[in-house]
């Protein structure tokens, strides 16, 4: 079956430009997260969607950062003005659960969006 | 403040040894849950295990076991007769029960040499 994917795969952007990347997570599956992995680090959340809700945005690391989901499905996380520090893999998982509930829950992940800003 | 520490960088293993990657973990909440993740060279992230932090009972799932202690926050991981395929690196996580956010250690690279 489709697992969660992720577009683009890779993206060069140079510093100042703004940059889109979508995520579309398994069908149906109500949690949606956005993580960022700096080379050689574990991922750092960024924020998390619950259906089209953004419950929790306190990961993202400046205004500069902007996620919506606006039907509960696909998410695209906005990245403008991009500096070197913005460099890295995005990562984003779903779950067909609300973690709050405490049921079984697996995050599934894509395979990441690695941005390079020159 | 939560907190995942995974002091062993890299682990280079020959092919059938036991190997163990240790995860120590800080955190102020009563109750929380710790994961473990495997990330290939594919880069995908893939779920190994959950546990509950009122559940301190030791599991084993084929060559994999995790070793729960409360006492010392370690949340410890072992491969049983590694294998080329296991080489990857693996991360511990940790989240409150009542929140969303996962924190991540810094990842051990394991290489597993045939």
Do not use: M
Not at chain 1, 51 to 64: F, V, Y
Not at chain 2, 4 to 32: H, N
């Amino acid at each position: 079956g489709a697992g969660v994917s992720q577009s683009p795969r890779y993206k060069v952007a140079k510093r100042g430009q703004d940059v889109a990347l979508r995520c579309d997570p398994i069908s149906g599956h109500v949690s949606l997260f956005w993580y960022q992995q700096a080379l050689g680090q574990g991922p750092e959340f960024l924020t998390y969607f619950q259906n089209e809700a953004q419950l929790d945005k306190s990961g993202l690391p400046s205004d500069r950062f902007f996620a919506e989901r606006p039907e509960g499905s696909v998410s695209t996380l906005k990245i403008q003005r991009t500096q070197q520090e913005d460099s890295a893999v995005y990562l984003c998982a779903s779950t067909p659960f609300n973690p709050r509930t405490g049921a079984k829950e697996t995050q599934y992940f894509g395979p990441g969006t690695r941005l390079l800003v020159l | 403040a939560q907190k995942v520490t995974q002091a062993q960088t890299e682990i280079s293993v020959v092919e059938k040894e036991d190997v163990t990657l240790d995860c120590v973990y800080e955190t102020r909440d009563t109750t929380y849950y710790l994961f473990w993740y495997k990330q290939p060279p594919s880069g995908e992230l893939v779920f190994l295990i959950r546990r509950n932090s009122f559940d301190e009972q030791n599991e084993i799932s084929g060559r994999y076991s995790w070793n729960f202690q409360k006492s010392t926050s370690s949340f410890n991981f072992t491969i049983t007769a590694s294998q080329v395929v296991d080489s990857a690196v693996y991360f511990c996580a940790l989240r409150s029960t009542g929140g969303f956010k996962t924190i991540f250690g810094a990842g051990t690279r394991l290489f597993v040499k045939a």
